[in-house]
């Protein structure tokens, strides 16, 4: 079948998202005010014509599978294929021992499931990544190239935790695969890799019977001179939450309105889980600029250059600035934030202060009370 | 596959006192409070209340409804052995009719209600909006025995003449029922939401539809009838927000309470919660410069200018400069920059040119002259132009009367 399957990795392995990363998967981190990260690796695959997406889960997912749940939310709730869950149970520890060690080996676990993939072409992703990528172009140009691998990049060597950069040549061929660079260099992997699904299952059983688990150094970098891997470049916005301080300085970027019309182009929507939540009300003495409001927000106090999600109430008087506040946050009456994160269900009580800073926001745990 | 109780949605009516807003689409699916549609409370009350099996009856331009409700599935209608069902007059080996009147609707639909073989059939209508348990009137329906039970509210009496009202013993048994009295004798008025026996009243909707005299109506005929019969009719006492939204004041005053949770309508209340189905948009954007106050608004929205007492729907932008107040907007709508929108309802994705002047306030117009002014969905006013108060304007922007 022509067309393109998806490939999801979502698990552990960045430890710079603080209390935010302790009870959920990077992928299900929120993001701008109502999305989950995965919405958008989701949406970019359902956008170019996927209808079966596999996501492969490592610890901490009940946050994601209750989120993903029959993949409804993106039309992929289908009677053959659509999206498919690919627990860790066949990774080759001992339960809870470690980690994959690289997505070679969670490839590896679930080789029935790539052997029934009905698609002539795999797109691998992580769902850590927030983009509005054109994947249906990028397949076209994947196989107009003759390439092997095409690995999309951006244009940039913008620092992120645990990152791959890639030397190109002229003709945009990968010449060099670097990563635990002190000084990042070269094009910033957004680690979206196209390739046949013939080539992925001949990868995938080369890597298990050497013992080896990592696409990083073990396809890329080993094989960059046998494999024609071409860099695709992508010149808009692009972000891996993998940090606290990435994370915060993403958000932020999306009250500028040209990275919104970018990332939320209505030519390939970003499609999240339906929340019930009503209508978002400013009362008469409320006032609220320069900020992301999702449904179902009260607010009473002040609000200024904050992304608010769902269900979040400002009380009478309350001040909030600079702020990324969860679903469901209650800022009491007078209480005052400013640079901070609030995680789901956070209450700060009234006449509370706490204020971070642009380069180091405050993280308030899930259901805190401040 | 049998049901206690079956719910029948009446949803064919055209809706004529909502003019231009009833243009293309029934009543029922006209947008409401910044996130809805007229029917899903009906919709949600059903399935806050358990009724898994709904049959919606549509009659007038059903195309916007029928799209709306598709599967059932956002109010979770969408089971295996029951769920929504979209009920439009049909043809059979005698022919077929429109629906020609309430009571003739379910007539026409006993094949389906027989089909789940119900103790009890809930009636409801599709243009009111409240937040309502069934099941505790079912409760009560069935231990009273009655053969139907009446769902009623007091009203003012200074506004008892425009209702159906019920007249009742101590026992709340309805003794009498007057439509519109123009000395009313009790001030419960009926809410138009019934709960039959099922098999009481098919033996009445067959009689009815025997009657060549009868207007097939329930509010008209069958209660009546039933009345006049002996058979036991009970009054259900409702209390709490309730409003019918048919006429564009109605519907106009029922936005508004929605800004206000002292008027009773309070759609935060997590309780009982009002499902929709929604569109996939990211979070509204309020400017640098926005003066939002006492405003409702929904995602995808970009609002840069000042908005105050107003609900707005989904994918709505205000311009800097633009002013909106004391307006509903419905999905899409756009108002460019410098255009001023006051006491308006604006129909779905009604676009409002650069300093337009829609509407105004009634204390700048001469009272005779105010009323609401409301563009029909898809208007497109050219920049510059103005809207007087109390007027009304189609899809191509032309001046309709109201009648």
């Known amino acids: 079948m022509n ?94 021992e470690a980690a994959f060690r690289g997505k070679m080996e969670a490839l590896a676990g679930v080789r029935s499931y790539l052997s029934g993939i009905r698609q002539d072409y795999v797109a691998l992703m992580d769902g850590d990544l927030v983009v509005n990528l054109p994947l249906a172009d990028i397949l076209d140009s994947h196989i107009k190239s003759g390439a092997d691998i095409t690995a999309v990049c951006g244009d940039d060597s913008f620092r992120v935790e645990d990152g791959t950069y890639f030397q190109l040549s002229p003709e945009g061929r990968v010449t060099d695969v670097l990563y635990h660079l002190n000084t990042p260099r070269g094009n910033r992997s957004l680690e979206v890799y196209l390739l046949s699904r013939e080539l992925l299952l001949s990868l995938v059983d080369e890597c298990v019977s050497h013992d080896l688990y990592s696409w990083r150094s073990d396809v890329l970098q080993a094989k960059k001179e046998t494999l024609n891997i071409q860099g695709w470049i992508w010149k808009g916005f692009a972000a891996q939450i993998r940090s606290v301080r990435e994370y915060y300085d993403r958000s932020m970027q999306l009250l500028n309105p040209d990275i919104r019309r970018e990332l939320f182009c209505a030519q390939r929507p970003i499609r999240a889980k339906s929340a019930d939540k009503s209508s978002a009300y400013i009362a008469p003495d409320g006032r609220c600029v320069n900020s992301l409001v999702a449904d179902g927000c009260g607010i009473f106090g002040t609000v200024e250059n904050s ?52 380069s180091y926001p405050l993280v308030i745990a899930k259901g805190s009370r401040v | ?260 949770p002292e008027s009773g309508l309070d759609l935060l209340d997590e309780s009982w919660p009002v499902y929709a189905r929604t569109f996939s948009a990211p979070a509204a954007f309020l400017g640098k410069n926005a003066a939002i106050t006492h405003s409702a608004f929904n995602r995808g929205s970009d609002l840069e200018g000042k908005v105050e007492n107003s609900v707005l729907s989904q994918g709505v932008n205000v311009a800097p400069d633009a002013v909106v107040s004391y307006s509903v907007l419905m999905p899409g709508v756009q108002v460019e920059s410098g255009a001023v929108v006051q006491y308006a309802i604006l129909g779905e994705g009604c676009r409002v040119g650069e300093g337009c002047r829609v509407g105004a306030a009634p204390e700048e117009t001469a009272p005779e002259n105010w009323g609401l002014t409301v563009l029909a969905p898809g208007c497109a006013l050219e920049a510059e132009r103005t809207v007087p108060p109390n007027t009304m304007l189609d899809r191509t922007g032309r001046e309709v009367e109201k009648k």
């Open chain 1, 307 to 358: 992304i608010l999600f769902p269900g979040v109430k400002v009380e009478h008087g309350a001040i909030v600035r600079n702020c990324v506040l969860f679903k469901d946050t209650l800022v009491r009456e007078g209480a005052e934030l400013a640079y901070t994160i609030a995680d789901k269900r956070v209450e700060i009580l009234p006449l509370r202060t706490l204020v971070g800073h642009a």
């Open chain 1, 3 to 96: 067309g393109l399957h998806g490939i999801i990795f979502s698990y552990e392995k960045h430890n710079d998202l603080w209390e935010l990363g302790a009870v959920r998967s990077p992928s299900s981190m929120p993001f701008g005010g109502r999305y989950r990260a995965i919405d958008f690796a989701l949406s970019n695959l359902v956008n170019a014509g996927a209808r079966d997406v596999g996501v492969v889960l490592h610890g901490q997912y009940q946050s994601l599978l209750d989120h993903l749940g029959t993949g409804k939310s993106w039309d992929l709730s289908r009677k053959y294929g659509g999206l498919k869950i690919l627990p860790p149970f066949a990774y080759h520890q001992a339960w809870g």
């Open chain 2, 1 to 260: 596959m049998k049901k206690e109780c079956v719910a029948m949605l009446l949803a064919g009516g055209q809706g004529s006192r909502l003019y231009v807003l009833t243009g293309d689409m029934a009543k029922p699916a006209v947008p409401f409070g910044g996130k809805y549609r007229i029917i899903d409370f009906p919709l949600s009350n059903c399935s806050n209340s358990g009724i898994d099996t709904v049959g919606v009856l549509t009659q007038y331009r059903p195309l916007e409804l029928n799209s709306y409700i598709g599967s059932g599935q956002p109010w979770d209608l969408d089971v295996s052995s029951g769920g929504v069902h979209i009920l439009p007059p049909y043809m059979d080996s005698q022919g077929g009719t429109w629906y020609k009147g309430t009571a003739n609707a379910i007539y026409q639909n006993i094949g389906f209600v027989d089909f789940y073989d119900p103790e009890y059939v809930v009636i409801l209508s599709g243009d009111h909006i409240y937040k309502m348990d069934y099941s505790r009137m079912v409760e009560r329906h069935r231990e009273s025995g009655a053969a139907c039970t009446i769902s009623v509210m007091e009203v003012p009496w200074a506004d008892a003449p425009r209702f159906g009202i019920m007249n009742v013993d101590g026992e709340d048994r309805i003794t009498e029922f007057a439509e519109k009295p123009k000395q009313p004798k009790s001030n419960l008025a009926s809410m138009g939401i019934y709960v039959f026996t099922w098999k009481t009243l098919r033996r009445y909707l067959v009689e009815d539809e025997a009657d060549p005299a009868s207007s097939n109506d329930f509010g008209k005929n069958v209660i009546p009838r039933m009345l006049a019969a002996g058979e036991y009719m009970g009054a259900y006492r409702f209390e709490g927000y309730w409003k019918d939204v048919g006429t564009l004041e109605s519907l106009w005053d029922a936005n508004m309470d929605m800004l206000s």
